[in-house]
């Protein structure tokens, strides 16, 4: 008896388990499918796919700027995800993620200051977002609250040049920061690594510089004309 109603007893089993994974684990759940929904832009893409400068074509943006390390930024994007699904029937806005830890030219042309930002990019313009990080609150924004921020214009994409000079002040303000760090708390060593370097190119300098050798002949030339004039 018991054996004829094995065959019936697993078919029940494989009905609940089916079941149970359509109930609870078997759909997408919301975050990651507003995951899909963003948009990943770094400084290569970012200028191409939003138009931000120009305030082109290409709708309006809410643009989050994160660190993968940071602990609020992790707790947000969550909710920039939501959002995202929130969003997905408005074809004039789109929401963005940019690591700007690596990007740091899309995140110095938005004046990062601070773990996360989020601002809202419309016709050239963009709008730093203050309030509670939350969907509701984030979708006020991209409707309607962004009117009480400061616009701001967003600038352009800099050039090589604008770069390389950037960089060149971020490295000054780096080894000045160093230096001031060192002499307040290491100045002894400061001073016997600054001494050791002074010495150390002094000393290659008299090493290689020339040092000028008159030549015997025309040395003695010289001798004998001086003495010819005394003689006459």
């Known amino acids: 008896m018991l054996g004829a109603l ?54 309006d943006w809410l643009v989050f700027l994160y660190a993968p390390w940071c602990g609020h930024c992790k707790n947000t994007e ?25 990007n740091e030219v899309t995140a110095s042309r938005f004046g990062l200051d601070a773990f996360p930002k989020i601002v809202f990019v419309k016709s050239g313009k963009y709008y730093d977002f203050k309030g509670e990080r939350d969907v509701d609150t984030l979708l006020d924004f991209v409707n309607k609250s962004y009117l009480k921020a400061v616009p701001r214009t967003v600038p352009p994409v800099p050039t090589f040049l604008e770069k390389l000079q950037q960089d060149v002040l971020k ?14 708390y290491k100045k002894f060593p400061l001073f016997v690594v600054l001494c050791g370097g002074f010495t150390g190119g002094f000393v290659v300098a ?23 004039k005394k003689d006459e």
């Open 6 to 59: 094995k065959p019936l007893l697993l078919v029940t089993l494989v009905i609940l388990a089916c079941t149970t994974t359509l109930a609870f684990g078997g759909g997408e759940d919301s975050g990651s499918a507003g995951a899909k929904l963003t948009v990943s832009l770094d400084d290569d893409t970012f200028e191409d796919e939003t138009q931000a400068a120009t305030g082109g074509t290409t709708g």
């Open 78 to 102: 969550p909710v920039i995800d939501d959002l995202a699904l929130a969003l997905k029937d408005n074809r004039y806005v789109t929401v963005a993620k940019v690591n700007a830890e690596i």
């Open 206 to 228: 008299m090493l290689v510089m020339p040092v000028p050798v008159a030549k015997p002949a025309a040395a003695a030339a010289t001798a004998a004309r001086g003495k010819s």
């Open 171 to 184: 490295a000054v303000e780096w080894l000045q920061r160093d230096f001031e760090t060192l002499w307040q």
